[in-house]
Nanobody, 127 residues
Framework: HVQLVESGGGSVQTGGTLRLSCTAS????????LGWYRQGPGNGCELISS???????YYEDSVKGRFSISQERANNTVTLQMNSLKPEDTAMYYC?????????????????????RGQGTQVTVSS
């Protein structure tokens, strides 16, 4: 049974940090590509970071230098370390796994992604 469970969201002030976790079950994270998406108020859903089965990482321009994605293989968990948070980072964050090997979608109108996806964790950054 494939399942993804996100945790670690919360409310912080500008400049704060949060560490999101995505714990997977039913498959191995080091054999699949996983990504973090977010959907902010009034915005579509976009891929902001991903890590491939080979460990290659991707960051969307707005989070480069501030966010860092990594695998914790012992816990079958992918984490997203978020530093220097800004109000515009406020969003629901989702992790998704590309088990079909079609490639992670870059964008989606509403985070109804063609991948296995968790329920999301809310991040709120106040100014």
């Amino acid at each position: 049974h494939v399942q993804l469970v996100e945790s670690g969201g919360g409310s912080v002030q500008t400049g704060g940090t949060l560490r999101l976790s995505c714990t997977a079950s039913g498959f191995a994270i080091d054999r699949n590509d996983l990504g973090w998406y977010r959907q902010g108020p009034g915005n579509g859903c976009e891929l902001i970071s991903s890590i491939s089965s080979a460990g290659e990482v991707y960051y969307e321009d707005s989070v480069k230098g501030r966010f860092s994605i990594s695998q914790e293989r012992a816990n079958n968990t992918v984490t997203l370390q978020m530093n220097s948070l800004k109000p515009e980072d406020t969003a629901m964050y989702y992790c998704a796994a590309d088990l079909a090997k079609f490639g992670l979608a870059q964008k989606s109108p509403d985070c109804r992604l063609p991948h296995y996806r968790g329920q999301g964790t809310q991040v709120t950054v106040s100014s």
